[in-house]
DNA sequence: GGAAATTTGTTCGTATGTATA
DNA sequence: TTATACATACGAACAAATTTC
């Protein structure tokens, strides 16, 4: 069940981007609703600040989602995303 | 007196916290009183308030200090720290 | 009572340095 | 040299509780 395979291929900010992406496929992030913030996917992963950032600028590259000062990440609903 | 080394070993944060222990230990900020805020501390040790509350947050870890929201971060009396 | 200021809590944005492969 | 990963530090904005006027 690790998620995260820290002796893995490929680093970890790209397992942990795709780790997020499968919780905002699966729903476990609903559209319009925040994710945990940077903090707490750096206390569930084990990882450091800028490795989760890493990881979600992958994610806001992808128009996912969508960062705000002061209040968190927002999922993106699939409908808004540019075509 | 330059009671922070900013060119120091150890980080700057670290530094503050055995600054403050020390006033709180030597009776500069004595039992069940406040400490300055965070914003006074800031101005004093030229340093942001993310240093200023990492600072804290270890001499909170140590039972030194106790924050309250609105109110302000109170020296908590050795008596009554848990043995 | 009410509005403004104060104070701590939380969160993202940015930059730099260190270490490793 | 480049890419990865962690630690540190400052800045900005928002939130909530309290105090002050």
Request: proline share 11%; charged share 25%.
């Amino acid at each position: 069940m690790a998620e995260i395979d820290f002796d893995g291929p490929d680093p970890i900010y790209r397992q942990l981007a795709d780790v997020l992406k499968s919780r905002i496929g699966d729903g476990v992030y609903p559209p319009n609703r925040k994710i945990p913030s940077e903090a707490a996917l750096c206390s569930e992963f084990d990882v450091s600040r800028n490795t989760v950032r890493a990881a979600l600028r992958i994610l806001a590259g992808l128009g996912m989602v969508r960062p705000v000062v002061g209040r968190g990440v927002f999922v993106i609903p699939p409908e808004v995303k540019e075509p």
